[in-house]
């Protein structure tokens, strides 16, 4: 078996991409509507809205969307499935118009869009984009903070979980009830008690990442599928043609680099220790966090103050430019021209380095479970960006 088969998947996968007009029309309408009502509601806080077009209902201070239509489910066994099985990831425009990956499931028996982030672990849905209000408690409230500031709080509850047609597994999803902003970015893209992610491009997200310190929340989705069909599975991230593939064969990933995941005391698999060198001025070492989730390209979450930049509080930049990088895990390394770097206060002991989706254009990642191992393999070593 040759590589050829997984171009071929590749080829399936762009004649169902969504990247057409209809697409384009859609998420420019969303995007302008969105910072349309923002600036009426920045500065005529008494004003009520009315959207004739019905997209939109307005309700004091808040906006809320129909929930968003996920695309048909649909797979295609690789070489009869001998070498796995490929599912299409979908492109849409989410806040400030950056591109995400998104990834229909089905939750309960319904159909449910969700933004697909290999940089969290687990299910995280809007409440009202569920189809029962009953469900089993599988733990109390917690929250999740993103990099752009937002936060949602929800109680982890039971339901069953299904992608590609599989037979339903039970998981512990988060119930998201509320989405707001940390109180150090008070207003971020979710003053508006929304995001892209959670409300008007997606219904929330599916973290299929490897294990994080302290998130007990939810169950790692992929993982729960039966048969051990997630035990094992690629990401290609570019946003050309995007896709997922369960259980790949050795001969789909023989170009990987294997490298040992990190394992915590209670043996959760987690992310290796890598490095980042940002030009001549630093060189950081933390557990290395590949997120199509992350708009960005390489954020650098730190909580000591590097000696060439600014000392601010937790969850501040404290510097953000375009540098000649490189980012490596053992044997494995990769560079970049130009990219984008964003230096952040961490909390004590929360460093690390997360490679947001721009960056991992040219990077395939392979989640090993069974073996405890990630898989990296990139076209090209070295990429060049404009400045």
């Known amino acids: 078996m040759s590589l050829s088969s997984l171009h071929a998947a590749r080829r399936h996968v762009g004649a169902h991409s969504r990247t057409g007009l209809r697409t384009h029309l859609r998420a420019h309408l969303r995007t302008h509507l969105r910072t349309h ?9 008494t ?15 808040s906006a809320s969307f129909p929930t968003p239509t996920p695309p048909a489910a649909s797979a295609t066994l690789i070489n009869g499935g001998n070498d796995g099985l490929l ?23 319904k159909p449910v869009y969700v933004a697909l982030d290999t940089g969290t672990q687990g299910v995280r849905i809007l409440k009202s984009a569920l189809p029962g209000s009953s469900y089993a408690s599988a733990g109390g409230v917690t929250s999740l903070s993103f990099a752009n500031g937002a936060q949602v709080v929800g109680a982890t509850v039971t339901l ?38 959670f409300g008007w491009a997606f219904s ?11 998130d007990n929340c939810c169950t790692q989705p992929l993982r729960a599928l039966p048969g051990n069909m997630g035990q094992r599975y690629l990401v290609h991230a570019n946003v050309a043609k995007p896709y997922l593939v369960l259980s790949p064969s050795g001969a789909l990933t023989q170009d990987y680099t294997m490298l040992p995941m990190a394992v915590s005391k209670n043996g959760a698999a987690q992310w290796p220790t890598g490095c980042v060198r940002v030009a001549d001025k630093m060189t950081f070492c933390a557990p290395l966090v590949f997120a199509t989730g992350n708009s960005g390209m ?36 990769h560079r970049y021209d130009n990219a984008q770097v964003t230096i952040v206060k961490a909390e004590p002991d929360a460093n690390r380095i997360v490679i947001g989706l721009m960056a991992m254009q040219n990077i395939d990642v392979l989640f090993d479970f069974t073996r405890g191992q990630l898989g990296l393999h990139a076209a090209n070593a070295r990429e060049s960006f404009a400045p």
């Open 37 to 45: 009502l923002r600036a009426h509601w920045r500065h005529l806080a």
């Open 47 to 61: 004003a009520a809205l009315i959207a004739t077009s019905g997209l939109v209902a307005l309700a004091g201070c």
């Open 87 to 109: 599912i299409p990831l979908h492109v849409e425009r989410a806040d400030e118009d950056h591109a995400r990956l998104g990834l229909p499931v089905q939750l309960d028996g």
């Open 160 to 197: 069953p979980f299904s992608v590609a047609g599989m037979k339903p597994a039970p998981i512990a999803a988060q119930a998201v009830d509320t989405v707001r902003c940390l109180p150090s970015a008070k207003r971020c893209i979710a003053i508006d008690g929304y995001t892209g992610e």
């Open 204 to 214: 929330g997200i599916i973290g299929v990442g490897a294990d994080l310190p302290g």
């Open 298 to 333: 390489i954020r650098i979450e730190t909580d000591k103050t590097p000696n060439w930049t600014d000392d601010d509080e937790i969850g501040k930049v404290l510097k953000q430019g375009n540098y000649e990088a490189a980012i490596g895990i053992g044997s494995w390394a």
